[in-house]
T-cell receptor, first 112, second 115 residues
């Protein structure tokens, strides 16, 4: 079993929809949580990062962490065609914050 | 601030050769991590350097090595290339959690093709 599980998709939604992306993890030692967006043949771009349970909002993006359930989510409001990309969750232990463990990524397609 | 830069962006090598990839972190960042991304295995941690010292290494053979210089720039080397080493190699930098920043910022990657 992988330490971080993420549905590969693809997830297809109409423009303007609210998108929900999720990851589950098995290692309770994970304390740092990040979401990256990766366009084809590009490097991952950091979208959100948090170390605490609860919600963190930044513009159209909201990251949610539930450590008791070992579950994290990324919500995208008012989705745009430019949001079409692969979304990767990543997490790390407090004693090795530099070693990110990634989910496999979810492909998102936002239809105009 | 300039982002993480990686050179070269693309590389084609033959089996058995060796290759060196370079990474310049964001100014002020002293932690540099390297990852390999392939369609089958996704993103996997190779190793990390901080203040010229390797702090951790992922589950890769000894053919994969790296180093960091005093200006925080880092290089990774792969010797005796195999076809399976074809991948996107990504470098990421951070301030380091103990110094107020655990989040990692990635460069554009070096796409290595081994023929």
């Amino acid at each position: 079993q992988k330490e971080v599980e993420q549905d590969p998709g693809p997830l297809s939604v109409p423009e303007g929809a609210i998108v929900s992306l999720n990851c589950t993890y098995s290692n309770s030692a994970f304390q740092y949580f990040m979401w990256y967006r990766q366009y084809s043949r590009k490097g991952p771009e950091l979208l959100m990062y948090t170390y605490s349970s609860g919600n963190k909002e930044d513009g159209r993006f909201t990251a949610q962490v539930d450590k008791s359930s070992k579950y994290i989510s990324l919500f995208i409001r008012d989705s745009q065609p430019s949001d079409s990309a692969t979304y990767l969750c990543a997490m790390a232990r407090m004693d090795s914050s530099y070693k990110l463990i990634f989910g496999s990524g979810t492909r998102l397609l936002v239809r105009p | 601030k300039a982002g993480v830069t990686q050179t070269p962006r693309y590389l084609i090598k033959t089996r058995g050769q060796q290759v060196t990839l370079s990474c310049s972190p964001i100014s002020g960042h002293r932690s540099v991590s390297w990852y390999q991304q392939t369609p089958g295995q996704g993103l996997q941690f190779l190793f990390e350097y901080f203040s010229e010292t390797q702090r951790n290494k992922g589950n890769f053979p000894g053919r994969f090595s790296g180093r960091q210089f005093s200006n925080s720039r880092s290089e990774m080397n792969v010797s005796t290339l195999e076809l399976g080493d074809s991948a996107l190699y990504l470098c990421a930098s951070s301030l380091d959690a103990d110094r107020g920043g655990y989040e990692q910022y990635f460069g554009p990657g070096t796409r290595l093709t081994v023929t």
